[in-house]
């Protein structure tokens, strides 16, 4: 069995989400190149902010041969697309904008947990991935539950 992909730490979402190439005789069926959201933050972090890889890494919660991997990816893609003309759509990843302390009250279990999956808990479509329970709430006292109102505290800035 294959180890789950670690959620990858980004600070936000860009509003722009789409590049294309422009001159004179522009093409309806220009190529895309999908750029995913923490490839896009290894370039920010790395090329416009220039922190070292291993702070990168510590930022976005991988590891450092993992935060390599990512830039190398999106280094690649925007050559490919700035070379050859191609189109850049930023779409997608597995991102989060938030890692959050999440305990279950049924079973007891902790674990780390995508803001975004959490902030469907006041939909009762969040529940313990250990025993099924909905009692999930935050381990930090983020006022006894997750979602936008409540877990601004643990670094997000919504």
Same mark, same amino acid.
């Given at each position: 069995m294959a180890r789950p992909i670690k959620w990858r730490k980004i600070d936000s979402i860009p509003t722009v989400s789409y590049f294309t190439p422009s001159n004179e005789d522009v093409r309806a069926d220009v190529p895309t190149n999908i750029l995913l959201l923490e490839e896009l933050e290894a370039i920010r972090l790395k090329d416009l &902010?220039?922190?070292? $890889? &291993? &702070?990168?890494? $510590? /930022?976005?919660?991988?590891? /450092?041969?993992?935060? $390599?991997r990512i830039l190398i990816a999106a280094r690649e893609k925007t050559a490919d697309s700035l070379i050859n003309g191609k189109a850049i759509h930023i779409v997608g990843g597995n991102y989060t904008l938030n890692i959050c302390p999440a305990k279950c009250l049924d079973c007891g279990k902790s674990w780390m947990e995508s803001y975004e999956n959490l902030d469907t808990i006041h939909t009762g479509s969040y529940v313990c991935p250990h025993c099924g329970s909905a009692k999930v709430a935050c381990e930090q006292n983020c006022q006894g539950g997750f979602g936008r109102k409540n877990c601004r505290r643990h670094g997000q800035n919504r």
């Open positions: &902010e220039g922190l070292e $890889q &291993e &702070e990168c890494a $510590q /930022r976005m919660h991988v590891s /450092r041969p993992t935060f $390599q």
